[in-house]
């Protein structure tokens, strides 16, 4: 049984940071990917960021993200991070870190979601 134990979020000023942290348990199988994702309430789920398996550790981002947040992972300590930098109001959202087997099309695992809050 593989778990996705999210931590960190919270409330924060707009242009303010926060870092999320995944970490995966159980017996995931080899050559996963990772992402975040997120959904604000009454918009459908959106794409945040992604890394691909140690071996290749491609990243993407969603425009609307890009240079402000980073993803990370750590594979000995079986963490996904995500840095969050000059946060806006726009990012309030409950974000999720999911995984999913390198040649799969669908997350399989997901993490049980935080909130994040941007606002003065």
């Known amino acids: 049984q593989v778990h996705l134990v999210q931590s960190g979020g919270g409330l924060v000023q707009p242009g303010g940071s926060l870092r999320l942290s995944c970490e995966v348990s159980g017996r995931m199988p080899s050559n996963y990917d990772m992402a975040w994702f997120r959904q604000a309430p009454g918009k459908e789920r959106e794409f945040v960021a992604y890394?691909?398996?140690?071996?290749?550790?491609?990243?993407s981002y969603g425009d609307s993200v890009k240079g402000r947040f980073t993803i990370t992972r750590d594979d000995v300590e079986k963490t996904l991070s995500l840095q969050m930098n000059n946060l806006k109001p726009e990012d309030t959202a409950v974000y999720s870190c999911?995984?999913?087997?390198?040649?799969?099309?669908?997350?399989?695992?997901w993490g049980q979601g935080t909130q994040v809050t941007v606002s003065s």
């Open positions: 890394v691909s398996w140690s071996g290749i550790s491609e990243t």
């Open positions: 999911a995984a999913k087997i390198y040649y799969s099309s669908t997350y399989d695992y």
